[in-house]
């Protein structure tokens, strides 16, 4: 379980203490086992932010993050994160980009291999072991950075805007993909997104932020049933939800929230 | 120019005349280049038998020079002199040019603290430091090396230093994310990714060793082809310093190859 | 962000600091006796700058090749890189000169010059050129291509003529290239015109430097290569904020 009690950053503080800029701002939430929760808020809410902190990646100022009960302190092996811009070795092939976590916490080649080949079929990548990163779609890109994060089998998955740089037809599509993946193997699931669609269509639950400094403005139940298909979009449930988000976010980008 | 503009380009050229099919793609693959040095030589040639100048052999007189000297052995005896140094200041130049350049790309602090002397070293004619290594070499080997790494050195450090700093930062934190150390990441993602622009420093580089090779001789050294230049040139005997100055140009052409071949193995994946 | 600036510079003269002291201790170890130490050298420079005629003599002879040679550099380079850019098929012609041109050295061909226009300014200056212009071409051309064929189809959707085009499109758009061409150029031709000085020994900078290191005077020597650097870090320090001034809007791209 994640938890974020009293959470501060502040950016580009000089020695002196003054200039900063405060990215996040008493941040308070849970998120519990095989949860998968969405985070939306306008640019520049610290939503990335926030990610990184969870992730280990960046240190925070004030507050507690814990997992499991054990503070945040760095990168840890039950946390995989999946980037907006795939950051895949452009040098290394689909396989050897797969396998990066693995030899880096120093499994056997055999164990890479193995792995590798359970991960490739499972997000639909037969053929393309050899291929380079530039020889693939942004889709294809995308599904080589998860089964990468899936591959070092994380208790949580961190997932920064992951869709984000992809045409709307590949995003839909690598959705349903995620979700299946999730029904099959539950795990916890932090996911940031600029779609409100996205939002309720994942989630089980749905963060808003406000505008900077990031604050926890609502978390939003989504009570629509599991597993989710194309159909829950046309549902009112779904719609209602989606309206409150939007009229929220219209509300905070126009600064009356 | 993308590559789009420049292949409508290519086929608006050929379209307004009716070249026949297999002319047309000769002419798309660089005959009009092959035409234009031929065009060259025919007139160096007319030119060399018409002017009668003392300083415009003609082109065919250029080639039987340096035919002789293949023949003669000239070249090889000179030659060998020559690519000696070459070899041992570029190899020199290479690992102080790698080595300092990743330190400032890895360490701030080294950066901050060299960047000005590698960039004043790098803009500043080379060869302005030919007699300052002549006071302290004296007329030996060591003073031809000094220049080669002097001319070669510093557009390495450069390309090696920003190739380093520039590395996608996105990429660097997706391995902190693993857990990678810093041990880890400079030598799974800072090395490979900074290739490509590394070779193109090297390639650079070598252009300038040579270049450093041949001006080091022609002022230091009274060995080498440098030498052989003045020689000729004293004696009037311009046939044979155009032949010399081709020599040297093949041989930055053959090194140039060499360290694109290399480039091409190991930066294929780069776009 | 004011601290950050002393502390860097703080390091570059720790820097200098170092690389005097390891100078010193080189010069005091050593056997050469031709080897000067830095205040000597120091001092030498001094001795050119304030009370030494003939080297601002030897400056100005040494400079009129540099200037003249490169202003004809300037006045050839940018033309035909304007053409070449311009013209497909004329670049196509001369990029195997271009090519040849950029990766051949030009010292070996020095003699031949010599041969050619003996020992005089003309000869300076021609060599001058020969090291210089080919960077101002292939600059000036790369800077033509660069100009985005979409912003000359807009023009064209407006009425622009060949002139117009030229004038409000591709020559503002090339000028970028072509300065940061005109910036290597000069580099070159310094280089141009420290190996005419060094090879022809002719009137200017190569005669004083002959006499100094005839004479043993090796202080005078360094002095008058370290006022040559001094000099070509000026000139392109110069150039580089001329560049800055007249291209503040354009992305950093040069070749050389």
Partial sequence: MIRVRGLSKEFGTLDNGNGGVLALSDIDFEVHDNEFVTIIGPSGCGKTTLLRIIAGLIPY???????????????????????????????ADVLSNITFGLEIRGASKDECQAKAIELIKLVGLQGFERRLPKELSGGMQQRVGLARALAVNPQILLMDEPFGALDEQTRRLLQEQLLRLWEHKRKTVVFITHSMDEAVMLGDRVMLMTPRPGRVKEMIDVPLERPRSREVEKSSAFLEIKEYLWDNLRAMQSGDA | MTQETVTAAKSIAMRGIAWPRGLRRFAGNGALEILALAGGALVWEALGWGLRLQWLPPFSKVMEALLQFVYRGVILANLGSSLQALVLGFSLSL?????????????????????????????????????????????????????????????????????????DPSLVEMARSFGCRERQIFFRILLPASLPLVF????????????????GEMLIAFVGLGALAQRYGAQFDAAKVFAIAMVVLIIGLLCNALVQILDNRLTRWAD | MKKRNVLDWGLRLAVFIAAVGVWELFVSTAQNFLLPRFTDV?????????????????????????????????????PLGLLAGRFRWMDRVLNPYVGVLLTMPVAPLIPIVIIALGLGIAARVFIVVLFAFVFITVNTRAGVRSVEASLIEMAKSFGASEAQIWRRIVIPGALPAIFAGMRIGLGRAVTGMVMVELILVASGLGRLLLEFSGRMQSDLV?????????????????MQALEKRITRWAPNIAIG
């Fill in chain 1, 61 to 91: 100022d004030h507050g507690e993050v814990t997992i499991d009960g054990r503070p945040v302190t760095g990168p840890g092996p039950e946390r995989a994160v999946v980037f907006q811009n795939f950051a895949l070795m452009p040098w």
């Fill in chain 2, 95 to 167: 690992v102080l040019g790698l080595i300092v350049g990743a330190l400032m790309g890895r360490y701030r602090v080294v950066e901050k603290a060299l960047d000005i002397y590698v960039h004043a070293l790098f803009v500043c004619p080379s060869i302005v430091f030919a007699p300052i290594f002549f006071a302290v070499f004296g007329l030996s080997d060591a003073s031809r090396i000094a220049i080669i790494v002097v001319y070669a050195m510093f557009v390495m450090v450069i390309n090696t230093s920003t190739a380093i700093r520039t590395v």
């Fill in chain 2, 200 to 215: 193109a420093g090297i390639r650079l580089g070598m252009g300038r060793a040579v270049k450093g090779m041949i001006n």
């Fill in chain 3, 42 to 78: 120091a001092r030498g420079l001094f001795r050119l700058l304030f009370s030494e005629a003939r080297f601002w003599q030897a400056l100005y002879i040494s400079n009129q090749a540099l200037i003249l040679g490169f202003a004809i550099s300037v006045g050839i380079g940018i």
């Fill in chain 3, 222 to 238: 360094f002095a008058t290569v370290l006022a040559v650097i001094i000099e070509a870090l000026a000139l392109l320090a110069a």
